[in-house]
């Protein structure tokens, strides 16, 4: 280990960036606070990356009577869908009746539910379908004829999450990458906490501790205050091929209880998920295991009519869920979260318990509010890139291909997707695709690498192709290994 650094105190230090961590540190610098976010990988880089991708009240949560976690969902999914305009849209999902399980009338009360328990910020509501003439029913087996349509909405997870932290610093905030949290020791007045990078070790000081370790975070309890009980949960998903006629989301159910989304994917690919698996390991090992591809397959397959088999199977990732500790199954276990702050001994320490991708804005301003910060300012503020309207993205792709000759519309649709109207900002004043510098392939430039490591703390291969984008879906192997021999030359220079 290198020399131990110690800098000057500030008013926040939050341990984890996935998207707990770095909304309360965006929000606690919009605040105006001094902020330091730790984060002992790269931002996003486990379960912020690999969810389902929706934000949603959770219509099966109904069953579950938990009607308060939904309705505040319903409730952030309008204000989020308003906020998030590039990397979050709405879907119309379809549910198709399986006459072996839940029966018609009980399907049409919980959407009715779904319908009224929040404005749907309008979004249509809900509708009964019939599949034997509707588009959606060309994917799925004859023997269903009948099903329902209802409103929810998709994010891109991972790069919601590094544009919360990119907006935090723009605010202020130090984000750290990279940067584990090795201790903490609680004085009176401020709390001292010891990060290791790459063999430096710091010493940061800071007046309250958030830790937003996620499914570390009973872990980091060990050394930093009361221990927590969390219930870790792995979720895999799979990617396939895009189906033939799969142009809308299904959220199917299962003969266990269970539900499976089939969702539209990166414009070529289809995503199946997700799995509720105990996962009693380190959380960075999880992976999809062969049971879990089995019955993901085995799932989707009792409704396409044309069945997915395990060579088609394109990518698998695979995240750990912490919930909160309760009885039964990893099914019915509880997705709400709970903020528990602890000033025994001391300056004060929060900890961030559960919690669901939906309702992250509104953890982190409950989160602030518990800390006796004042100046709640995140709903309806934007991110960085999205301020403009939904109904323009349309326009704003055509005019990027007109001003931009070189793009093609997928390009310029999938620059602003990812990056709304900073899109601009990576094409600059290029006139040809050579002015982007070099060309790694599936429309992936140094201009845009460049961005991903100025403005959103890409370092490595895995950053970029993986979590600031998800063009490792496109690329070669030998494509991807010649990004990291060219990193590995920008590190060198």
Aim: contains cysteine; proline residues 4%.
């Amino acid at each position: 280990m290198g020399e131990t650094e110690e800098r000057e105190m500030v008013d926040l230090f939050v341990a984890g960036g996935g998207v707990n961590g770095c909304a309360i540190a965006r929000d606690a610098a919009g605040r105006g606070q001094s902020v330091v976010l730790a984060e002992q990988g790269d931002l996003a880089s486990a379960t912020s990356s690999a969810s389902s991708k929706l934000i949603h009240g959770g219509l099966r949560y109904l069953e579950t009577y938990e009607f308060k976690l939904v309705r505040e969902a319903l409730r952030e999914r309008a204000v989020l869908l308003a906020a998030l305009p590039h990397i979050a849209w709405p879907m119309r999902f379809v549910l198709p009746h399986h006459t072996g399980l839940r029966p018609r009338w009980m399907l049409r009360a919980g959407l009715f539910l779904y319908d009224h328990l929040a404005s749907r910020g309008g979004l249509p509501a809900s509708r009964a379908v019939n599949l034997t003439t509707h588009p959606a029913g060309r994917l799925l087996k004859s023997s269903f004829t009948s099903g329902f349509e209802y409103s929810d909405g998709w994010v891109d997870d991972s790069r919601l999450v590094v544009l919360n932290a990119r907006d935090a610093r723009e605010r202020g905030a130090e984000i750290l990458t990279r940067a584990k949290v090795t201790s903490a020791r609680r004085h009176a007045d401020h709390w001292e906490i010891e990060i290791d990078r790459g063999g430096v070790l710091e010493i940061r000081r800071a007046r309250m501790l958030v830790n937003a370790a996620g499914p570390w975070a009973g872990l980091l309890s060990e050394h930093i205050g009361p221990r927590h009980g969390l219930r870790l949960v792995r979720g895999s998903h799979i990617v396939v091929p895009r189906l033939e006629g799969h142009d809308q989301p299904y959220i199917l159910q299962g003969h266990d209880g269970r539900i499976v989304f089939l969702i539209p994917f990166e414009e070529d690919f289809t995503l199946i998920g997700t799995t509720e698996a105990e996962h009693g390991a380190d959380p960075a090992s999880a992976e999809c295991s062969e049971a879990e591809t089995e019955y993901l397959i085995a799932f989707v397959n009792d409704y396409l009519a044309k069945p997915v088999t395990k060579s088609d199977i394109v990518w698998s990732f695979s995240g750990v869920r912490p919930l909160i500790e309760s009885g039964g199954d990893a099914t019915s276990a509880s997705r709400d979260y709970q903020l528990v702050r602890d000033d025994k001994g001391g300056a004060p320490l929060l900890t961030v318990l559960g919690g669901k991708i939906t309702a992250y804005r509104i953890l982190a301003e409950q989160a602030l509010d518990k800390l006796g910060v004042p100046g709640a300012w995140t709903a309806g503020a934007a991110l960085p890139g999205g301020d403009f309207d939904r109904a323009e993205k349309p326009a704003m792709v055509k005019a990027l291909v007109a001003d931009y000759p070189f793009l093609t519309e997928t390009w310029a649709r999938r620059l602003v997707t990812a990056y709304g109207t900073d899109a601009r900002r990576i094409l600059g004043a290029a006139k040809s695709t050579q002015d982007l510098g070099g060309d790694f392939g599936a429309t992936l430039t140094a201009a845009e690498v460049h961005h991903m490591m100025v403005h959103e703390f890409a370092r490595t291969a895995e950053d970029i192709v993986w979590r600031r984008s998800k063009l490792g879906l496109k690329l070669s192997e030998d494509e991807i290994a010649g990004l990291a021999a060219w990193l590995a030359g920008k590190d060198r220079s």
